[in-house]
């Protein structure tokens, strides 16, 4: 093997060494709105779409906790009017990245989490 083509394969090893090892911030929840979204404008002047989706858990069995009720965000307006026509107990699949979130309260700074939502499907409507 030539010292050019055993550069390659190193290189080609090493990229795709660091490509598996990349970070990844992926969220992927699919569960009930608890309540129809709420929509504000922030201080920025940026519009939100806030949300909280109930997520039955898998093996409840572990816990006597049966569900996760995860706050959620939209910024992107096509995703907030999808979630804006949503109604609560509407089967939602949502997408997007966990943040942390810093803010001032009352009793000083202080921090959250909640996932920021890229994208939402309607899986199933509530039950009527």
Request: aromatic share 4%.
């Amino acid at each position: 093997m030539s010292n050019s083509t055993r550069a390659t394969a190193a290189t080609a090893t090493a990229t795709a060494a660091q490509e598996a090892i990349a970070p990844c911030n992926e969220v992927l929840l699919r569960g009930r709105l608890a309540a129809p979204a709420d929509e504000r404008q922030l201080p920025s002047g940026d519009i939100v779409a806030t949300f909280r989706l109930i997520v039955d858990r898998v093996d409840a069995r572990a816990s006597s906790v049966r569900v996760d009720t995860l706050d959620c965000a939209a910024f992107r307006p096509p995703v907030r009017r999808r979630l804006l026509a949503a109604e609560a107990g509407d089967v939602l699949e949502v997408a997007g990245s966990l943040r942390r979130r810093f803010f001032r309260s009352a009793a000083g700074a202080a921090s959250r989490y909640e996932v920021e939502v890229r994208s939402v499907t309607r899986v199933a409507r509530a039950a009527r």
